[in-house]
């Protein structure tokens, strides 16, 4: 079952012809309210929320100002909206406003779920501006997107705009703000800074694109012929509007080593190349950063990789990181996620050997010296070695032949290692003197058990299956000896009477 209401009729006569005014919203303010009117249909409950979504209430026919709210919709629109009425109680408090063309009334009944043209709200108003005079035709739309006319009082956001009568473009453009009027452009956050087509947040300016250049008025983009020469353009073949010209095919700007030219809306662009950046106006290389294991750092101009403590740049490849003891021993880099020590798993630098004392790990230098290597002498450095050649040779590039120079005589120290620790890698079973030596006392030692065991077995084995000389067994060690048969028994004494019969067993 619907529920009714009753209509309040006020006439309003609006100008014929003016179609497009009539779609638009209009208000009205005074004092510290406004008037809004929203051609959009809605019944009565969307009338209600329409108007608390703009931040208002539906407008209420028996407020102050009501009425000449009303005398102002009058010259511009036609229908019926809905409106509130204070002097009403019930459901009769929703009534509406027909507005006709002969100015008569009527209050017929109404359904609040009928769609009406539309419907008026109120707005209070804090610090509005008053009427603004900068040109002999003002024109105001607030902020809800309404234009407000006849009204002596506008409310912040209010944009006031002046202009001449046949003029194509506006003579200022101005913002309510705390009850004073700004001229444009101001703050791009605000309206786009009352911007026509961009606003440069920067310079707090407002920016045309190609084709138009900036009106006197500050805001709006006129057309202009030479603006396409202006932006890095060209007009178009059917010389209509503008086309973009490559600058950098006309006359390529960027000179500079390392540079190219790129084409924009704007212009020529100068740029860098890939794996370049631009620093003081230089086009510097940064490609090796990144394939820098570590951390890459600029020095004297050029960037390079850098290691972290206990680490060297690779001689191998600049990119890469190696382990680097810069003394005799050094701790060694372990596993810290083993869960027993004697598990743990550590590393040492190239040209060192783990070694263990007090129960820590530790690196110590192998002397690769101790190998040969060198076809004359070699020098011993931490982690590495180098081959020398006496004088009157050079070093081979092998780094370990010295060939003679043919009488060009050569410093002592002419031979140069090589620069990557190779023969380190190439021997890195090499291990220190006093590791060489405990290896050569175990292996003295196991022969000397061997030896040992070996005669052992020897008398053993000649106890068992020798000669055995009894001559020398005298007094009382006598043993009788006696062979068995079926037929006889024989007697056997070794006794002096038989002592130089040689008797063997």
């Not at 900036?214 to 890095?232: E, F, I, S, W, Y």
């Not at 700007?253 to 790129?262: D, F, I, K, S």
Request: proline fraction near 5%.
């Amino acid at each position: 079952m619907f529920s009714t209401a009753r209509a309040l009729l006020i006439p309003v006569i609006f100008l014929c012809g003016l179609e497009e005014v009539a779609l638009a919203q209009h208000g009205h303010c005074a004092a510290d309210r406004c008037f809004a009117l929203f051609l959009k249909p809605a019944n009565y409950s969307a009338a209600q929320r329409g108007c608390q979504d703009s931040g208002g209430r539906l407008m209420d026919a028996a407020t102050e100002h009501a009425g000449e709210a009303f005398a102002s919709f009058e010259r511009a629109i036609r229908g019926r909206f809905w409106v509130n009425d204070s002097n009403r109680t019930g459901t009769q408090r929703r009534s509406l406003v027909s507005v006709t063309t002969n100015g008569s009334s009527t209050l017929p009944a109404e359904h609040d779920s009928d769609t009406l043209s539309g419907y008026m709200c109120q707005y209070t108003v804090n610090e509005p501006c008053s009427s603004l005079r900068a040109g002999s035709r003002m024109s105001y739309v607030a902020y809800e997107g309404f234009e407000v006319k006849d009204s002596e009082h506008f409310p912040q956001g209010t944009i006031a705009t002046a202009e001449t009568p046949g003029a194509e473009y506006a003579d200022s453009k101005h913002v309510c703000f705390m009850g004073v009027w700004i001229k444009a452009p101001w703050s791009c956050e605000v309206f786009n800074g009352g911007c026509e087509h961009r606003c440069n947040g920067t310079s707090q300016t407002c920016t045309c694109p190609a084709g138009r250049s900036l009106h006197p008025n500050n805001v709006t983009c006129a057309k202009d012929p030479r603006a396409c020469q202006k932006h890095g353009g060209e007009v178009a073949q059917d010389g209509k509007g503008c086309v973009d010209a490559d600058e950098c095919k006309q006359r390529n700007p960027c000179t500079r080593e390392n540079q190219e030219c790129v084409n924009e809306p704007q212009g020529a662009v100068c740029r860098c190349i890939d794996g370049f950046a631009e620093e003081d106006g230089v086009c510097v290389n940064t490609t090796i950063c990144f394939s820098c294991e570590h951390r890459c750092e600029k020095i004297r101009g050029v960037y390079e990789c850098r290691c972290l403590d206990g680490f060297r740049v690779s001689p191998r490849n600049p990119t890469d990181c190696e382990e680097h003891c810069a003394e005799k021993d050094c701790p060694a880099r372990c596993d810290p996620n083993a869960d027993k020590k004697g598990q743990r798993q550590c590393f040492c630098p190239d040209g060192y050997i783990q070694d263990t004392m007090d129960n820590d790990t530790f690196c110590t230098d192998i002397d690769e010296c101790d190998n040969e290597q060198c076809g004359h002498r070699c020098e011993n450095s931490f982690g590495s070695f180098r081959c020398l050649c006496e004088e009157g040779y050079a070093l081979e590039d092998d780094g370990y032949t010295c060939l003679r120079t043919d009488g060009e005589a050569e410093d002592a120290g002419s031979g140069v290692s090589p620069s990557d620790p190779a023969p380190a890698d190439a021997h890195a079973a090499a291990v220190p003197f006093y590791v060489k030596t405990g290896s050569v006392m175990g292996i003295a030692v196991f022969v000397a058990l061997g030896a040992a065991l070996l005669y052992l077995l020897w008398r053993s084995m000649s106890k068992r299956c020798g000669k055995f000389e009894l001559t020398s067994l005298k007094g009382p060690d006598i043993f009788y000896l006696q062979q068995m048969s079926t037929d006889t028994y024989k007697r056997l004494s070794f006794d002096k009477p038989f002592k130089n019969d040689s008797q063997r067993v």
